[in-house]
């Protein structure tokens, strides 16, 4: 039996051993050619320097717009770029400059190019980020980090800020901050803190405060608004239709403006805003923001260039080149704003300092010194005048009117107007101040001593807080 098996695979190994006898013979393999050889056969240094484009490979996404060499900027040095940036680490204190990855960190910390260390520092401009480097918000142009629940507040920032900025020498500052919906009241007071720490250590500085939209509570915009600040900024970022294509869905365009209203209301001096380019916006829709802008009273509008931060964020739409940033300029200019920044690089605290210093406070300056006009009046109010005399020599007797500031103090001005008629004769102090001023050649008025004598006959009552609101104008 195993004679049989050995006879049955005797033909299969004579076989392979023919086939491998057949390998063997087929001589040694191909050698490779010389490396002289292969240089030789390749292109030469004039196919290099005079070789067809079509030929190179291409890398990346190729539909992409390329960075435009105007967006390229140099690496960041110098004594006051060095100083601020070891004070911070110091002191453990985060920028948006450094957080936002800012193309224009080295221009605005480097401060006056050619000038000393010190003029250097007084024309720099730094952007101090409080409440830490955690945002509760994902806006999709931002790479601040994001959480829901970011640590909680440092109670020593204020105090540490505003030690770092009065060591800096600084003339312009500003402040900005991480949204923080998990607090309260959205960090409003650390806010506001922080502003008059620095205001007592460094009243010659400049603060700019740019705040988030506080979730919309005006109250808490008006903490930040009356804490001393100089400029009070909040972004809209983009136009109204891209809002939320570009924004944290709880960011809106309107919200935005009651936001800037309300903080003018609050005696603010300059508001300010800032708007990107290159998101997908329409030329309508950006002057649909701007006509909103000035319903508001916003004094300083800047546009810049979207800059995509990382391949996570949204793409940029175009690149816009410098020509169409001198445009909107003009057109802002033109509806009206105090001043506009615009520019490729710029951003809404690009060396903010410098703008402002030089055009803004100089300017309002410029108008505070100028002589008063002291010209005589247009004939038609000359006539508008005596008439109005004429008027009230002819009315001696009549009862004071008061003309109210608005329609709601209407009702206020009646019940004041019926209380000084009363008052006027039961008190002869009144009656005899009223008859004196009603004498005179002078339209008559109801003068200090008479208001006086009223507030002094209402105490305990309501109406006298009233009376103080209410403007007496002539009769």
């Known amino acids: 039996m195993a004679a049989l098996l050995r006879a049955a695979r005797a033909p299969k190994r004579t076989v392979s051993l023919a086939a491998r006898s057949l390998a063997t013979a087929s001589g040694s393999p191909p050698s490779k050619p010389a490396f002289s050889q292969t240089l030789a056969d390749g292109p030469s240094l004039d196919d290099f320097t005079a070789g067809d484009p079509t030929d190179r490979v291409v890398l990346g996404n190729t539909s992409a717009p390329r960075l435009p060499s105007y967006l ?15 004070d911070l680490r110091g002191l453990g204190l985060h920028t948006v400059c450094e957080e936002a990855r800012c193309p224009n960190i080295g221009d605005c910390w480097g401060g006056k190019e050619g000038a000393t260390p010190e003029e250097g520092k007084r024309a720099a401009t730094a952007t101090i980020m409080l409440m830490g480097d955690t945002c509760t918000r994902g806006c999709r142009f931002c790479s601040v980090k994001t959480s829901k629940a970011p640590p909680p507040l440092d109670p020593h920032e204020p105090e540490h800020t505003a030690a770092a900025i009065s060591r800096w020498g600084l003339g312009y500052i500003v402040l900005t901050s991480v949204d923080r919906d998990d607090l309260a009241d959205s960090g409003a007071h650390h806010f506001a803190e922080t502003i008059i720490k620095i205001k007592q250590k460094a009243p010659q500085i400049l603060v700019e405060a740019l705040t988030g939209d506080m979730e919309g509570n005006l109250d808490h915009v008006a903490v930040v608004a009356k804490s001393g600040l100089d400029v009070y900024a909040h972004n809209i970022e983009t136009v109204e239709a891209m809002t939320p294509f570009v924004r944290d869905r709880r960011a809106t365009f309107r919200q935005s403006l009651k936001v800037l209203e309300h903080a003018k209301k609050n005696g603010v001096r300059i508001t300010k805003t800032s708007i990107m380019l290159g998101v ?4 309508d829709q950006l002057l649909d923001a701007l006509r909103e802008l000035r319903k508001v009273d916003v004094d300083v509008v800047t546009f810049g260039q979207y800059m995509r931060p990382t391949k996570r964020h949204m793409k940029v739409d175009r690149y816009v080149e410098p020509a169409e940033f001198d445009r909107w300029k003009q057109v802002a200019e033109d509806m009206g704003f105090l001043y506009v920044a615009s520019g490729p690089l710029v951003r809404s605290s690009y060396k903010a300092g410098e703008y402002f210093i030089e055009n803004v406070l100089r300017d309002l300056s410029k108008r505070s010194a100028l002589p008063k006009k002291t010209s005589r009046p247009h004939p038609a109010k000359r006539a508008r ?41 039961e008190s002869p102090s009144v009656s005899s101040a009223m008859n004196s001023s009603s004498s005179t ?14 507030s002094a006959q209402l ?17």
């Open 441 to 454: 050649a002078a339209p008559p008025t109801m003068t200090s001593e008479v208001l006086a004598s009223v």
């Open 280 to 283: 997908g916006e329409t030329e």
């Open 72 to 86: 390229k900027t140099s690496i960041p040095k110098g004594a006051s770029f060095t100083s601020i940036k070891k």
């Open 385 to 425: 005048k005596k008439q109005k005399t004429t008027s009230a020599r002819s009315n001696v007797n009549k009862p004071a009117e008061l003309s109210p500031r608005s329609p709601a103090d209407a009702k206020l001005a009646t019940l004041a107007r019926d209380i000084i008629a009363s008052l006027s004769e």
């Open 459 to 475: 105490k305990g009552h309501n109406a006298q807080a009233h009376l103080q609101r209410v403007r007496f104008a002539d009769i």
